[in-house]
Each structure stands twice: as C-alpha cells, then as structure tokens.
C-alpha cells in the first residue's frame, strides 16, 4: 500500500527566506505527483503537478522535482511572503483513477513578517 | 461554472440522521471524486465516478455511503445513520479526464454530527 511522508509537519521562517519542503512516497510506480495549498477551513488548491516522466515543475517562485526511482519530491519556494502561509500537502496518483490520489499529512507553513 | 461548487459550506446533524452533500464539478469534467479529511491529516479517498458510474468505491467506509451521479455532472454523497466519527471536511474534485491527471478541488464541506 502506498505511503507518503512528508517532512517536516511543521516550520516556522522569517519572510524573504528560501524553504525547501520535502514528500517521500514507498511506491515508486506512480502516474504523477501533485503538490497543493491548503488554507484553514478551506479547499485544496493545485499548485504544480509533476507526470512521471518529468523531473520538475515550475511556477512563479515555486518549483517542484520528482525523483521516482527514489521516491522524493520536493516543493521549493523562493523568497517566502507571508501569505504563503499555508498547509502545503503532497500526493501522488496510481494512475487510471482508481485508489484515488494518496496524500501525506501536510506541512504547515507560517512565514513571520 | 468557473470551480468545482460544494454545498451547504457546513452542516450540522445529530446522531441517527441522514446526510446529503452536494458537488457540481467543473463544466466538462468527466471524472469526479470524493474524499474526506479529518483535522490535522491528509484527505482520503472515498470514491470516483468516470461518467455516471462509480469506477472505484473502496474509500468508502461502510455501507452507510454511498455516492451518486446520475447525469455524469452533479453528485450526491449520501450518508446513513450518521455518527460522531463522521464528523469531517468532505472534499470534491473533478478532472477533465482519469488519464490526465490534475484534479481541482471545492471549498469542502464541513460535517459536524452531535
């Protein structure tokens, strides 16, 4: 069964600072891999997604990489503003929609102004 | 329409009573699935529907789920008997296709049962 982690649950970072966030899967055959934001009491918002066959995914100051064979992605956000505080979840599809999407439990982000 | 539409936002039931929660995915949008997110953890699937038919119902915990979508838009997840541990945000998302990947997701709907 797969399993995503991810790590660290939670950070705390001064504005304008570099972060990296981190998602590792135990089941290397995934269709793709798809990072979201999700803010309190809200919906998921889809910030990038990743097709198997591709090592990374870029967006504004956001960039993702995956590496299937090692079970990583990571979710690289430049310069940090404090709106991008937010819970950031990983999760990675088997493909064909069946199972669904299987997600990691999320980082909480608060970025200090 | 522009998202993927959840109503009510918020419901709140009591012990023993009966539960619809409605999704309208995003116009065109073939495949639809449910999930549920309890506070602190990760959504977890619940069911997808390619179409009108549900292709995968395994998320669903017991057989007082069950989910519809009769005209392949709309879907209703229904929930029998509700208890305490029901208590949830139950999430909607659509994708244009299975094959394609990217789901998009509502705003959620919070269950509280007492």
């Known amino acids: 069964k797969q399993e995503v982690t991810q790590i660290p649950a939670a950070l705390s970072v001064p504005e304008g600072e570099n972060l990296v966030l981190n998602c590792s899967f135990t089941d290397s055959a995934i269709y793709n891999l798809q990072w979201f934001r999700q803010d309190p009491g809200k919906g998921l918002t889809s910030l990038l997604l990743i097709q198997s066959s591709q090592r990374e995914q870029t967006s504004g100051r956001l960039n993702a990489s995956l590496d299937k064979s090692s079970g990583r992605s990571t979710l690289y956000i430049a310069a940090s503003q404090p709106g991008d505080s937010a819970t950031y979840l990983c999760?990675?599809?088997?493909?064909?929609?069946?199972?669904?999407?299987?997600f990691g439990k999320g980082t909480h982000l608060i970025i200090q102004p | 329409g522009a998202g993927v539409s959840q109503t009510p936002s918020n419901k709140v039931t009591e012990k023993g009573k009966y539960v619809e929660l409605r999704c309208d995915p995003i116009?065109?949008?073939?495949?639809l699935y449910w999930y549920r997110q309890s506070l602190g953890q990760g959504p977890e699937f619940l069911i997808y529907?390619?179409?009108?038919?549900?292709?995968?119902d395994s998320g669903l915990p017991n057989d007082r789920f069950f989910a519809v979508r009769p005209e392949g838009s709309v879907s209703t997840l229904k929930i029998q008997r509700t208890e305490r541990g029901d208590s949830a945000m139950y999430l909607c998302?659509?994708?244009?296709?299975?094959?394609?990947?990217?789901?998009?997701f509502g705003e959620g709907s919070r269950l509280t049962v007492l």
């Open positions: 116009s065109g949008h073939t495949a």
């Open positions: 998302a659509s994708s244009l296709s299975s094959s394609t990947g990217e789901l998009f």
């Open positions: 999760a990675v599809d088997p493909g064909g929609g069946a199972d669904g999407l299987t």
């Open positions: 529907f390619q179409g009108t038919g549900a292709a995968d």
